[in-house]
């Protein structure tokens, strides 16, 4: 499985982005994804993560701030970040695992969780 991120960049305090990574290589209907981010001098920490069925699950630091999609057609999964904070700022990575049998049921903001992880994306948010 190859994931490659796109979508990072500087933004102000308030602002938003929209993250995207491409899948290749997968059945990609199975996968679990996530978003993952780590600042400088910080543990990776899990952001989000979306299963087979559409079930999510968020990091309370970005409850209804974030969302998580994905478009299975396009192999293509996204991040909404919306009323970004300076907190925000960090390398944001998307991973993927291939679920024990079946789809995707469990999700998890465990990065161990995750077997397959793309290069990132730098989000900066200025105050």
């Known amino acids: 499985v190859q994931l490659v991120e796109s979508g990072g960049g500087s933004v102000q305090a308030g602002g938003s982005l929209r993250l995207s990574c491409t899948a290749s290589g997968a059945t990609y209907s199975r996968l679990c994804f996530g978003w993952f981010r780590q600042a400088p001098g910080k543990e990776r920490e899990g952001v989000a993560t979306i299963g087979s069925i559409l079930n999510t699950k968020y990091a309370d630091s970005v409850k209804g701030r974030f969302t998580i999609s994905k478009d299975n057609a396009k192999k293509t999964l996204y991040l909404q970040m919306n009323s970004l904070k300076p907190d925000d700022t960090a390398m944001y990575y998307c991973?993927?695992?291939?679920?024990?049998?079946?789809?995707?049921?469990?999700?998890?903001?465990?990065?161990?969780?995750?077997?397959?992880w793309g290069q990132g994306t730098q989000v900066t948010v200025s105050s």
């Open positions: 991973a993927a695992r291939y679920p024990r049998g079946g789809p995707c049921i469990a999700v998890s903001l465990v990065p161990e969780d995750y077997n397959y």
